[in-house]
């Protein structure tokens, strides 16, 4: 894949979550979906940008008077769209990749480092269980809260309309809410009772929020919801 140069295509405000987590939404190229940027704010200073999305000056100006950007994280093999224009805006910033995706990623990034490089007590990088290191899992706490950050293996997107949409509901079984798609389960997911196991212990922080890198956000009862996610999958 050719590392794409600096491209704005249609995208929303920053949107500010918790003092230190913002969330912007994009577009996906070609195809009618949303793709979501998630920013947190280190304990220690500087920014995290988890699924990078390139936006407007106006934006990226509010972005940078957030802190400097310290961390690039790709989250996974196919959320890399962005992450060689960032690196190259941000060659301050360490661009990080789960291990298992760490070779399709240094294909626009040329240093890719480990998710134990971030080490902060309000940031956490770790691996989604059951997917081989193929996917990294961002856990923000925000005082007594706690937000999670998934990318492919938790989708929350509504049906669409027409032929686009009859291809997400019934062939890659994206839309109609919190689920696992069937890429996830095919391409992604290699153990499904270690990544069940997971979400019941994350569902067990009690978690305000889940994040997820395509439409909307989980927040009503996003911890029974990691709970039904987690039995689909059994």
Known sequence: MKPRPWTVQKHGEIEQLEPNLWRVEGVVPGVPMKRVM??????????????AVALGEAEMAKLDALGPVKFIVVPNGYHRLDG???????????VLAPRGSRKRVAEVAPEVGELSELSDPDVTLTTVAGTRNAEALLIV????????????????MPH??????????????????????????????????????????????????????????????????LRTIAASVR
């Open 38 to 51: 998630t920013i947190a704010a280190l304990a220690n200073g500087g920014l995290v940008i988890h699924s």
């Open 84 to 94: 060689a224009a960032y690196a190259a805006r941000y060659p301050q910033a360490r």
């Open 141 to 156: 706490k925000s005082g007594d809260t706690t937000s999670l950050v998934f990318t492919d293996t938790v989708f929350n």
């Open 160 to 225: 669409k309309h027409g032929l686009p949409g009859f291809v997400l509901k019934h062939i890659t079984q994206s839309s109609g809410g919190p689920k696992v798609s069937r890429l996830a389960r095919l391409f992604i997911i290699k153990d499904r009772p270690a990544f069940a196991a997971q979400l019941e212990e994350l569902a067990a922080t009690n978690p305000l929020r889940v994040i997820v890198a395509h439409h909307e956000m989980i927040t009503q009862d996003p911890a029974n919801v």
